[in-house]
Structure formats: structure tokens, C-alpha cells
């Protein structure tokens, strides 16, 4: 963004602009000054409109002739010559330029006060838009001097965005807060950026319940994705986390998430807040619209949710789709306990010997113990006796196995005694 454009933004904030001053926008002057000649003035407006009809060149060579007579020129003609140049130079962003022929022009006296008044505040916004924060500040000061107190109003938030970006945060807040309980007053909406300017202070100052409050104002008023979205985390930080699941559905049912990493979000607030079945719905979708990519994180994350709302069917599905791609055995572990569970024991046998055959087992017993339990449910009570002998031999499963296995020997013992009366 160049510089004009900065400074018309800035400008649009504070419902200003710059403007040429001419003969009747001075009618009204709180001093005696010199008289802005006919002849001076008439070349003034010709290099003005030589300017406008895109000859900006030929503009200032007009003022250069102008000002080679400067010497036989009252005050106010001297003034309204710079304030001619700075507006030209302004239009051809040359701000730097504009800013030091606008200072000639307060430093000319004695010229109208409304003239001084209104230099001031536009070299206030001209050296905001440049970075030059303290001489923003001391132009307003000078402008504080010749006007009203009730004009006031018009420079808070000029002042605060020099206080904010001087990091005098407690100093820019209370003019902030100003300009938007005047607003209110008058039954008019706060400028957006007026709230975005209070919230980046409450943010400074660390007034996260504030930030909470702006962020209700923004959405009440321009009611944009990215407000919802802050106003959620803000929750999150606050751990107000009813409130924040509350945002995030209505930002979601208002389709404004849309990213990524936005639905991510709603998806782990989904699990904390034990939604599991809502969890695995947004991030299905989140993966069949490509918004997420369906990676191995995303599978095993979607899985557990669909285990934790007991949709085992989709959470196996979704295991095989993640054991397709992982690399060691611990999602065909995850999938052989569920398919246990489900009394699927010959997948869960060979998922179990899968999660044993690629390896990197945080409990390498445990599947051993599955193994022995499909095997035990399909009667193979010889090879459930191995199997529990095996995870006899780690100690975390070592209890249990024990256990298992003589169960498996009675069974066995059983299966024999049968088999020998038969005959």
C-alpha cells in the first residue's frame, strides 16, 4: 500500500480529508491577516488546474513562478502557496515533500486560524501515515490549542493510533473508548477500525474479558468469519469452554470456517468437550472436500473419535485406511482390539499378526493377548495357549495372561475329555 492511499484510509477513519483552501472556505477568520489578492490566487488555482488535467509537472512549474515573487507576497498568499504545493506533491506521493511545504504553511504568520487548524490536522495524519508518531502527537497538541473543546472528538482517534503505535497503550485506550461511547450516544454505529484499534490495546494490556467484549461489538456490527473465530479462542483462553463450543457452531453453521486449520479446531473442541460423533462428522467432511489432508494424524485422530461415539464400523473402516499407510504396528493394534471387541476374531487375529509382523509395539504383550483371545473364541485352544504363553513374558501383560491362560487350558482339558467320550 503506497503512502496516499495509507493516509486516504486514515483519513476515511476519521471522517477528514485533505482539501485546497480557497476565499470562501475562509469567510469565517478569528484573526486579522492580509488579503489573498485576486491575481495571486487566480494563478494558484491555474497551476491547480494544470495539475488535475494531469500535468503535474507544469503544475509546479506555475508555483515555481509563483514563488520566484514570493518576497513581494503577504503572509496568507505565502501560506496558501505552500498549502498548494503540499497538496500537489500529496497527489503525487510525495508525502515527504507534501509534509514540509505544510509546515511552511503554519509557520507563515499571521494567516487565518481555521487555516492553521486544518494544516495541523492534516500534518497530524500525513506523519501518522509516515511512522513519525511523535511529531503526529505534537501537531495535535498545537491543533488542541486553537480549538474548541468540542471539536475534540475528532482527534481521538488520530491521538490513539500515534499513542498505540508509541506503545503508550493505557495512554491511547480511554480516547478509544471515547470515540466509540460518542458514537453510541449519537445512535451511530463505532467505525471498525475504531474497535479493532480497542482491541489490539486490550490486547497489549492484557485484557482478555475486554477483548471478549470488542469482539461481540465487531460481531454485532460486521459480523465477519474472522471475528467469530477470535472470539472462540478468546473463550478458549478465558477456559470458558461452553461458550467457545457455542462460537464455533455458529461459526460453522454460518459457514465461516473454512480453513484447515479452523476445522481442526472445532474438531479438537468437539473431543474436549466429549462430542465424538460431531468430531468425526466435520473432519470426514473437512477430508472429503480436501481441506484436510487425509495423512495418517487425520485417520487416527477420526478413528478414535468414531471409537469414543462407538461408530465401530466407520472406525474400522477408518483404521484400515490408516494402517495402509503407517509404518510400524500400532494401528493395526488399535484395529485388532477393536475388531475384538466387535467379536470380528478372525480379522482380529490377523491384525494382530500384522501389528506383531511390521513391529514398533509401545506393548508388544498386549497383542499377544489378543491374538490369544481371537484364537480362544474360535476354539483353536492349542495356538490361544502359545499365544498366551507369549505374553507371559512381558511384564505389563504379564498378569492378565496368566489368567488367560489357564482359562485356555481348562478349555483345552475340556475339548479333549469331549473328544475322548465321543469316541
Not at 126 to 151: H, I, M, N, V
Not at 171 to 196: F, H, M, R, S, Y
Not at 203 to 214: A, C, G, H, S
Not at 274 to 281: D, I, N, S, T, V
Request: some cysteine.
Amino acid at each position: 500500500m503506497n503512502n496516499a492511499t495509507l493516509l486516504r484510509r486514515c483519513s476515511m477513519a476519521i471522517g477528514l480529508t485533505l482539501a485546497i483552501w480557497t476565499e470562501t472556505s475562509l469567510a469565517q477568520q478569528t484573526e486579522r491577516v492580509p488579503a489573498l489578492r485576486e491575481r495571486v490566487y487566480s494563478q494558484l488555482a491555474r497551476a491547480q488546474e494544470t495539475a488535475d488535467s494531469g500535468k503535474p509537472n507544469e503544475g509546479l512549474a506555475i508555483l515555481a513562478e509563483v514563488e520566484s515573487k514570493a518576497d513581494s507576497m503577504n503572509s496568507y498568499e505565502r501560506a496558501m502557496l505552500w498549502n498548494f504545493y503540499g497538496f500537489m506533491y500529496y497527489e503525487q506521493d510525495q508525502v515527504d515533500k507534501a509534509i514540509g511545504y505544510f509546515d511552511k504553511v503554519i509557520n507563515e504568520q499571521p494567516i487565518p486560524a481555521s487555516l492553521k487548524m486544518s494544516t495541523l490536522f492534516s500534518l497530524a495524519q500525513l506523519t501518522l501515515a509516515q511512522g513519525e508518531f511523535k511529531q503526529t502527537l505534537d501537531y495535535l497538541a498545537r491543533w488542541k490549542q486553537l480549538a474548541d473543546p468540542s471539536q475534540y472528538s475528532k482527534a481521538y482517534i488520530l491521538q490513539a493510533q500515534a499513542l498505540y503505535q508509541s506503545e503508550r497503550y493505557q495512554e491511547a485506550l480511554p480516547l478509544v473508548q471515547k470515540a466509540i461511547d460518542d458514537a453510541l450516544t449519537n445512535g451511530k454505529t463505532p467505525d471498525e477500525n475504531w474497535l479493532i484499534l480497542a482491541r489490539a490495546l486490550h490486547y497489549e494490556l492484557k485484557q482478555p474479558e475486554q477483548i471478549v467484549d470488542v469482539l461481540k461489538q465487531l460481531i454485532r456490527w460486521y459480523n465477519k468469519p474472522d471475528y467469530w473465530v477470535q472470539l472462540a479462542g478468546m473463550y478458549g483462553q478465558l477456559e470458558q469452554d461452553e461458550k467457545q463450543l457455542a462460537v464455533l457452531e455458529a461459526a460453522y453453521q454460518q459457514g465461516y470456517l473454512t480453513t484447515g486449520e479452523q476445522l481442526r479446531n472445532l474438531v479438537q473442541v468437539y473431543y474436549f468437550n466429549e462430542l465424538p460423533y460431531k468430531a468425526g462428522q466435520v473432519l470426514t467432511e473437512a477430508m472429503q472436500q480436501g481441506k484436510v489432508d487425509t495423512d495418517l494424524k487425520t485417520l487416527k485422530q477420526l478413528a478414535q473419535n468414531w471409537i469414543l461415539a462407538k461408530e465401530y464400523e466407520k472406525a474400522v473402516e477408518t483404521l484400515k485406511q490408516a494402517n495402509a499407510v503407517a509404518e510400524d504396528g500400532e494401528v493395526a493394534a488399535q484395529l485388532a482390539q477393536v475388531l475384538l471387541n466387535q467379536d470380528h476374531n478372525t480379522d482380529a487375529l490377523e491384525a494382530a499378526e500384522q501389528a506383531l509382523a511390521k513391529g514398533g509395539l509401545a506393548n508388544p504383550g498386549m497383542m499377544y493377548l489378543a491374538k490369544g483371545m481371537a484364537l480362544l473364541n474360535l476354539e483353536r485352544y492349542q495356538e490361544s495357549i502359545a499365544a498366551f504363553s507369549k505374553a507371559q513374558q512381558f511384564q505389563q501383560t504379564q498378569a492378565n495372561a496368566q489368567q488367560w491362560l489357564q482359562y485356555a487350558k481348562s478349555q483345552h482339558h475340556q475339548q479333549q475329555a469331549l473328544a475322548a467320550g465321543s469316541s
